[in-house]
């Protein structure tokens, strides 16, 4: 039986257990919950980063976004919250929309 030790979505149980496989799970306590939190997000991001086309690449942002969403409630925040955080950073610093590359500043 293969080991996984990682964090799952919540309906991944009833998924196995519908095909007949046996397995078995933990609750996370906040602090080991944050922890695997951040690993997913990383899980997220490596497998955005390998995405060969447009399609993988939006279902991992998507999959990257619902880790975000537990975050920030994790962080005692909200995904409405984040985005106007989003929002004032952008409107102070801009965004990533026009591809600027800074090479070198110099003294």
């Known amino acids: 039986m293969p080991t996984y ?12 257990e519908s095909k007949g496989k046996e397995f078995s799970t933990k609750i996370l ?7 695997y939190l951040k690993e997913k997000a990383y899980e997220e991001l490596d497998e955005c980063c390998a995405a060969e086309t447009d399609g993988e690449a939006v279902e991992e942002l998507a999959d990257l976004l619902e880790v975000v969403r537990a975050l920030s409630k994790q962080h005692g925040s909200t995904i409405e919250e984040v985005e106007a955080v989003r929002k004032d950073k952008a409107e102070k610093r801009g965004g990533f929309q026009d591809k600027m590359f800074l090479i070198e500043v110099k003294d």
């Open 5 to 16: 030790n990682k964090l799952v979505r919540d309906k991944i149980p009833q998924i196995i």
């Open 29 to 35: 306590n906040d602090e080991d919950y944050i922890k």
